[in-house]
Structure formats: structure tokens, C-alpha cells
């Protein structure tokens, strides 16, 4: 008996089973389905995030025309000129349309004291601001996947505090 467990001793075997191998195998299997849905749901908030700061920046470009001016503007170029680094187009009829994933969409609805600022991000969501500078509907108006309002008042459906 003695003898038996001193040869085991001596032997050297050296490496890992199977067992333990397909064990660490298992727990970076784990380790990955739990980082893979948080990675992405990070990724697809940081496109959103990018989306809505290229309209904050653009409703900033707009406002600036309007101190100016005293009224929005639909031209590009007016805009191009106060803040160069976003891409402007107008804006589509309808949500389904947005097929920009970058740059900002523009419609003045009806009204140069009005505007409404849009922009579809890479995860496909289309964030929409709607900016009345006066009148009793004065203020912000934000929303997601729908079309800009087609009158100067205040659109239902429309939150004031945010996306």
C-alpha cells in the first residue's frame, strides 16, 4: 500500500483532465452570455446618446439664428455656416422615412417661430424635437419614432421632459 502511493507520488504527471478543462470552458461560456447583452445594450444607448446630442446641438445652431434673425430657418446652409460639423437635410413625412443614420433633419412647420429638429440614430431609433420660441405653447417638445408636428402649437403625445 505504501509502495503504491509513493510510486503515484513520483509519477509527474503534469497538465489538466478533460473534466477540468470542459469546466473552465463552461465558465467563459457563462462570463461571455452575460457581457455580450450588456455590451450591446451599452453600444445601443451610446448611438442614441450620439443621435440626441447631434439635435441638441443643431436646436443650439437654431436658436442662435433665431437671436439673430428673430425667426427659424429650413436652409442648411444657415445652419452649416453657425454649427459645421452636423449634417442638415429636411426632414421626412413620416417616421418610416427616416433613413438617415447621421446628420439632423429640419422642418419649420408652417411657421418661422417653430421648428422641428430630428435625427435617426444607428440602433434605427428616430429622436424628434419640437421647439416653439413663442405664444402659449412656448417651450421643448421630445419624441421618438413618430413625424414632426404640422402646426405651431403644442403636439400631443409630446413629452417636455426629456426622451
Do not use: H
Request: overall charge neutral.
Amino acid at each position: 500500500m505504501l509502495k503504491a502511493m509513493r510510486e503515484r507520488l513520483e509519477r509527474k504527471d503534469e497538465g489538466f483532465t478533460l473534466i477540468e478543462l470542459m469546466v473552465v470552458v463552461l465558465i467563459i461560456g457563462i462570463l461571455l452570455a452575460i457581457a455580450i447583452p450588456t455590451f450591446l445594450g451599452a453600444r445601443k444607448r451610446a448611438q442614441d446618446k450620439q443621435a440626441q446630442s447631434n439635435i441638441r446641438n443643431a436646436l443650439t445652431a437654431e436658436k442662435t439664428f433665431y437671436t439673430d434673425n428673430q425667426a427659424y430657418t429650413e436652409t442648411a446652409a444657415d445652419l452649416q455656416a453657425i454649427e459645421p460639423s452636423l449634417v442638415y437635410t429636411n426632414a421626412p413625412t413620416t417616421a418610416q422615412a427616416w433613413n438617415r443614420e447621421v446628420g439632423v433633419s429640419l422642418s419649420v412647420s408652417g411657421s418661422t417661430d417653430a421648428v422641428c429638429i430630428g435625427a435617426k440614430s444607428k440602433s434605427g431609433t428616430v429622436f424628434l424635437l419640437f421647439d416653439i420660441a413663442t405664444g402659449t405653447d412656448a417651450g421643448t417638445y421630445y419624441a421618438k419614432d413618430t413625424s414632426c408636428p404640422t402646426n405651431a402649437s403644442a403636439p400631443s403625445g409630446w413629452s417636455k421632459s426629456g426622451w
